[in-house]
């Protein structure tokens, strides 16, 4: 069976775009996505790598290309005027749910990438990250005790190692029977390696 890896973090509004298009790739190339929670602060911490939004000039271009995707994808996307988010316990929440093959996985990733590039909400803030959590059906409480359970913990360290390690530096990044392509405007030759 073929598949392809997406490796990802919610803070990226670039992985959201890519996270809108799986769907279409898997059913266009019959292959399966294997998704890669990350944490992508340790990232560019460890490849001395930054976000584009962190240069003006570049961070404001790059959200007017990502508008010019989001169009093209006939998807939504917003600015969040409280980015960054630290994404910590959002993605410690996600490797949570998939070290438990919760079936949930995927509607709590949808949740937190509306959440963050839709609805442009504060995911920094406890109160407003618990109330995305009840819409989107989770208990918050229970959610977040698993966020804290040192296993979780490891297990997004380990991940975010092996990022580093793999070659990784920033989100979305995916890989093809060992190819890599980094970026949501990438997913055109991450198909093709798949055909």
């Not at 990802?8 to 019959?30: I, K, M």
């Not at 570049?58 to 005027?81: M, Q, W």
Request: charged letters at 20%.
């Amino acid at each position: 069976m073929k598949h392809f890896e997406y490796w990802f973090d919610f803070g990226s509004p670039a992985a959201y775009l890519a996270w809108t298009q799986l769907p279409r790739l898997a059913h266009e190339t019959g292959a399966t996505a294997v998704y890669k929670p990350m944490l992508l602060g340790g990232v560019f911490q460890a490849t001395d790598n930054r976000s584009p939004a962190s240069i003006p000039a570049k961070g404001k271009y790059t959200f007017t290309d990502f508008d010019r995707f989001a169009r093209r994808y006939g998807v939504p996307l917003h600015t969040n005027p409280h980015f960054p988010i630290n994404t910590i316990t959002l993605m410690r929440g996600a490797v949570a749910l998939q070290m438990r093959n919760d079936p949930r996985f995927i509607d709590y990733c949808d949740a937190m990438f509306t959440a963050i590039w839709v609805e442009s909400l504060n995911m920094n803030d406890p109160a407003t990250a618990a109330e995305a959590l009840l819409k989107a059906g989770f208990d918050p409480a229970e959610l977040l005790a698993l966020t804290a359970e040192p296993g979780t913990k490891d297990a997004l360290k380990t991940a975010t190692q092996e990022a580093v390690t793999r070659g990784i530096f920033g989100a979305p990044t995916f890989f093809v029977d060992g190819q890599m392509f980094w970026g949501q405007d990438r997913i055109d030759f991450v198909k093709e390696a798949l055909q």
